[in-house]
């Protein structure tokens, strides 16, 4: 399966083996960034290059409606067994880049300098990784929720982030959230991200819009997966017979919707669409023995699925 690339530090080597199917140990990246290792990692798809990189994280409390058809009572107990809450929990934020070819790609972008302290790390984690967040060509974007696109915006002057990268976006997530009509429509809370939005891409000549089955890149190809938001993506990173999908939030938590493909949460903005998308998915990483990556999956976010029950089971490697 998955290569890990050996560098400096190792750690962890059993439980990666394991889920690798390695004999030899893991590495992490930069001996010199041993405080970092917790925050990036790197390992190998074929010859793609890929990277772990935590944004951060921020509390939630656990409270009616998070998920809309399961009681608090219920959200509680999955958490406890699965380690973590169960009255709150840190919500993660993980970025997948690639490095092939020389470019670097980058899924999502966290939140930049637009978010709470404990977020807006994808940049120091990046050069911890040896990556340079100037040197990146090309920035995919998944869905147009604030948590993965407030990175392409410099907060103060709502400049770009990124401008010399090449900006993909879904399709039909641009149609949706560019549509003036759409203002008017969300509650007041809402309405920043979209005003934002509407400010800004359509005058962003980088920008490529791209739909269901692009090849966005040598062994990258889009998705369609959509429920969470009406033009949600993952990919599908490729090659040497190895294969990882990066999921973005098909499903948010694993240790909700992972579990419970059929929990909708309140960020799904199409309930039983939400839950096909996310069976399909998860029997097809199954079916092809890919490797699967969530942007709220914790850290390390990248890992095997297996069906468990009436819903599926996550197994992180042990990076
Ligand atoms: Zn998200």
Redesign the pocket.
Known sequence: MFEISRRDLVLGSTGAALVFGLKGPVSFIGAAHAQRAADSFKYMVGDIEVFSLHDGSVERVVAEGMVKNASVDDVKKALTAAGIGPDKFDNP?TVTAIRTGGKVILFDTGFGNNGPPTVGKLADNMKAAGLDPAAVSTVIISHF?A??ISGLWVKETNAQVFPNAEIMMPEVEYKFWTDPALVEKLPEAARGTVKRIQATFPTWKNIKQYSDGADLAPGVKAIATPGHTVGHMSFLVASGGQQLIVQG?AS?LHQLFVRNPGWISS?DADGPQAEATRRALFDRVIADKAMIAG??FGFPNVGTLSKDGNGYAFAAVKA
């Open positions: 934020f929720h948590d993965h939030d948010t960020f942007y709220h």
